[in-house]
């Protein structure tokens, strides 16, 4: 069954950093694209940024310029280096992987990123 566990997030004060890692259990099928999602209290669930298996990524406006995205060279961990936090960025932060049948992985726990003004 395919797992997907999160690591790195904690309490930070705002303009600090914290790097967030997903490893991805392996199956028959590659991975095409992985990345991140978050979700607030009461928020819906928005996307942070993508990374595809070609390296190509995309990131939200809000976040653009202060997070970066990357992947291990075996292709199935995910980083999310997040730095200059802010309050709202405070959220459960939780990871995506898509495979090449275009099949999502079940989310995973999440890792709760919150961060002090």
């Known amino acids: 069954q395919v797992q997907l566990v999160e690591s790195g997030g904690g309490l930070v004060q705002a303009g600090g950093s914290l790097r967030l890692s997903c490893a991805a259990s392996r199956t028959i099928f590659s991975i095409n694209a992985m990345g991140w999602y978050r979700q607030a209290p009461g928020q819906e669930r928005e996307l942070v940024a993508l990374?595809?298996?070609?390296?190509?990524?995309n990131y939200a406006d809000f976040v653009k310029g202060r997070f970066t995205i990357s992947r291990s060279n075996a292709g199935n961990t995910v980083y999310l280096q997040m730095n200059s936090l802010k309050p709202e960025d405070t959220a459960a932060y939780y990871c995506?992987?898509?495979?090449?049948?275009?099949?999502?992985?079940?989310w995973g726990r999440g890792t709760q990123v919150t961060v002090s003004s």
């Open positions: 995506y992987v898509r495979y090449s049948n275009n099949a999502r992985a079940p």
């Open positions: 990374i595809t298996s070609g390296g190509v990524t």
